[in-house]
């Protein structure tokens, strides 16, 4: 009787740990299980067939409409160039140069993966108005004097900023770590908790 009660004691105990691990993976663990350059986190694989359990579980609890890499690749950051999480009430200057897609857009996400509720009108940036060659945004709860701006106007602190490449390129979909990642500076932040 002792040897069954120890053998259920470990069914259960291997399973809480097993399905406690998964759920820490998918919700704050790494993102996509791809690459990571300069900070941004991707993957070529996350609306593809050959994505494995976690990437799938990560975009089935986020919600997303994985597209296939060849629709669409995906990198997320959440923290700035010093490693900094990303806050609602600091000041960003996101700067990059020509993507290696068709098209691409920048937008900010709250921590619980919704877009920020605000009527700003300015919760993406993208290569319309990046124009061909090198490009600056301000990301921050204000409206810049000029230039380019995505609102964290009610974005709350930890929100990412979720780069999308559609049509990429091959050279991208076969080597990942060759997208030239826009650098995030932090331009001015409040004391914490000031």
């Given at each position: 009787?002792?040897?069954v009660l120890r053998f259920l004691i ?129 990301v921050g709860g204000a409206r810049p004097a000029e230039g380019g ?46």
């Open positions: 009787m002792a040897g470990a069914v259960i105990l291997g399973a809480a740990i097993g399905v406690g691990s998964a759920l820490w993976l998918i919700r704050e663990g790494p993102s996509w299980g791809g690459a990571t350059v300069d900070g941004w986190t991707g993957s070529v694989s996350a609306g593809s067939a050959a994505a494995d359990p976690y990437t799938r579980a990560i975009v089935a609890a986020r919600g997303l409409l994985a597209l296939s890499a060849q629709e669409a690749v995906y990198f997320s950051r959440s923290v700035d160039a010093a490693g900094a999480p990303l806050r609602e009430a600091c000041v960003y200057r996101v700067s990059g140069g020509a993507m290696p897609a068709r098209w691409w857009s920048l937008t900010a996400y709250a921590p619980d993966e919704f877009l920020p509720q605000n009527a700003d009108g300015a919760l993406s940036f993208d290569a319309t108005r990046a124009g061909a060659g090198a490009w600056t945004v301000q701006w995505i609102s964290t106007r009610a974005a709350g602190d930890g929100f990412t900023l979720m780069l999308r490449l559609y049509h990429p390129e091959r050279q991208l979909l076969a080597t990942p770590q060759t997208l030239p990642a826009p650098a995030i500076e932090t331009v001015s932040c409040p004391e914490a908790g000031a």
